[in-house]
């Protein structure tokens, strides 16, 4: 019968990308995320070699690991200008998409941010609004149910997810960027929308690609960077002086998403039978007090012949109990 189980949650922060560990959960990041959505792992690698370099951002990859085997693998951005943290991926093998252990990790990685004493204004996620919602992607579901009962709300504003290079043209499409401070949000202000946005186009968004793309290319990339700002800032009422942030009542955990609610996969350790435990005791113990005497009767000048009989007694003894302790397995 089992009488404990237990679960052991940790975080790494990934230092060495060439780490096994991290070579494993970056494996399967590249297997879980949908193409439209998944920055290519080559860039991941590269910018989190260049992390002693100082930069607008930072990013934080951390591998996830459940009873200390690698499952998956999250990433999130540290702007350090307007101080927010911008959750991009948190992805696991399919028998981990379980609700329970998505708030687990995002909980681990708040306080790794808060246990580390980095300064954060706001989280940030953006999330899908492709025609209308309806063609949200199956992470986008996912984080819905997550973000709802993480409190976070909706800024009722305009808002473009930038795509991944210039191939990637699934990956430029309408948004809702998601926020969540120390406390729950009911309103911004137009200028702080526009400032995170700011912060996240061009300190983050264009520092990463004028790195990775040939010059000529980023200034096409810098064009619908632009294009996008201009668009946000035009959509902008001026004689508001708060906008919206709406939080559900977690009606979107009624969201069909590739997400479960049951229980977390058990690791089965296979117990040690405990005759295995007392057999070495009942050999070892006689002997170790034959012995014993064996130094007394030394010491005394006395031949072990003449308590042979004694000895005969003990391993009679020895063979006795491990019958017994045998036949009494057997009926068990």
């Given at each position: 019968m089992v009488n404990q189980l237990e679960h052991r949650f940790s975080i790494k922060r990934v230092v060495k990308t060439s780490e096994d560990d991290y070579i494993k959960a970056l494996r399967i990041y590249n297997d879980t995320t949908p193409f439209e959505i998944k920055t290519p792992t080559n860039e991941i690698t590269y910018w989190l070699n260049k992390q002693k370099v100082s930069t607008p951002f930072e990013i934080y990859a951390f591998i996830l690991y459940l009873n200390d085997e690698v499952i998956g693998l999250s990433m999130t951005t540290y702007v350090k200008k307007t101080k927010i943290v911008v959750d991009e991926y948190l992805a696991v093998f399919e028998q981990y998409r379980i609700q329970t252990i998505f708030l687990v990790y995002e909980s681990l990685i708040q306080n790794y941010y808060k246990e580390t004493g980095i300064e954060i204004s706001y989280y940030i996620t953006e999330i899908s609004h492709k025609e209308s919602g309806k063609e949200m992607d199956r992470e986008s579901r996912i984080s819905l149910k997550m973000l709802c009962i993480e409190e976070y709300g909706k800024i009722e504003a305009l808002y473009y997810a930038l795509p991944l290079g210039l191939e990637n043209h699934e990956s430029n499409f309408i948004a809702h960027i998601y926020i969540k401070g120390i406390e729950p949000i009911q309103s911004i202000s137009p200028k702080t929308y526009q400032d995170i946005v700011d912060s996240i186009y061009y300190d983050y968004w264009y520092t990463w690609y004028n790195a990775i793309l040939p010059f000529s290319e980023m200034e096409i990339y810098k064009k619908i960077i632009d294009k996008n700002f201009e668009s946000i800032k035009k959509s902008?009422?001026?004689?508001?002086?708060?906008?919206?942030?709406?939080?559900?009542?977690?009606?979107?955990?009624?969201?069909?998403?590739d997400v479960s609610k049951g229980s977390i996969p058990a690791k089965k350790h296979p117990s040690c039978p405990s005759f295995l435990i007392i057999t070495p005791i009942i050999i070892i113990l006689p002997l170790f007090i034959i012995w014993g005497y064996s130094e007394v009767l030394k010491a005394l000048n006395l031949s072990i012949t003449s308590i042979s009989t004694m000895v005969g007694s003990i391993i009679s003894a020895i063979l006795t109990s491990l019958t017994t302790l045998y036949v009494t397995k057997k009926k068990l």
């Amino acid at each position: 019968m089992v009488n404990q189980l237990e679960h052991r949650f940790s975080i790494k922060r990934v230092v060495k990308t060439s780490e096994d560990d991290y070579i494993k959960a970056l494996r399967i990041y590249n297997d879980t995320t949908p193409f439209e959505i998944k920055t290519p792992t080559n860039e991941i690698t590269y910018w989190l070699n260049k992390q002693k370099v100082s930069t607008p951002f930072e990013i934080y990859a951390f591998i996830l690991y459940l009873n200390d085997e690698v499952i998956g693998l999250s990433m999130t951005t540290y702007v350090k200008k307007t101080k927010i943290v911008v959750d991009e991926y948190l992805a696991v093998f399919e028998q981990y998409r379980i609700q329970t252990i998505f708030l687990v990790y995002e909980s681990l990685i708040q306080n790794y941010y808060k246990e580390t004493g980095i300064e954060i204004s706001y989280y940030i996620t953006e999330i899908s609004h492709k025609e209308s919602g309806k063609e949200m992607d199956r992470e986008s579901r996912i984080s819905l149910k997550m973000l709802c009962i993480e409190e976070y709300g909706k800024i009722e504003a305009l808002y473009y997810a930038l795509p991944l290079g210039l191939e990637n043209h699934e990956s430029n499409f309408i948004a809702h960027i998601y926020i969540k401070g120390i406390e729950p949000i009911q309103s911004i202000s137009p200028k702080t929308y526009q400032d995170i946005v700011d912060s996240i186009y061009y300190d983050y968004w264009y520092t990463w690609y004028n790195a990775i793309l040939p010059f000529s290319e980023m200034e096409i990339y810098k064009k619908i960077i632009d294009k996008n700002f201009e668009s946000i800032k035009k959509s902008l009422t001026n004689n508001v002086s708060t906008m919206s942030v709406l939080h559900s009542n977690c009606n979107y955990l009624d969201i069909d998403a590739d997400v479960s609610k049951g229980s977390i996969p058990a690791k089965k350790h296979p117990s040690c039978p405990s005759f295995l435990i007392i057999t070495p005791i009942i050999i070892i113990l006689p002997l170790f007090i034959i012995w014993g005497y064996s130094e007394v009767l030394k010491a005394l000048n006395l031949s072990i012949t003449s308590i042979s009989t004694m000895v005969g007694s003990i391993i009679s003894a020895i063979l006795t109990s491990l019958t017994t302790l045998y036949v009494t397995k057997k009926k068990l």
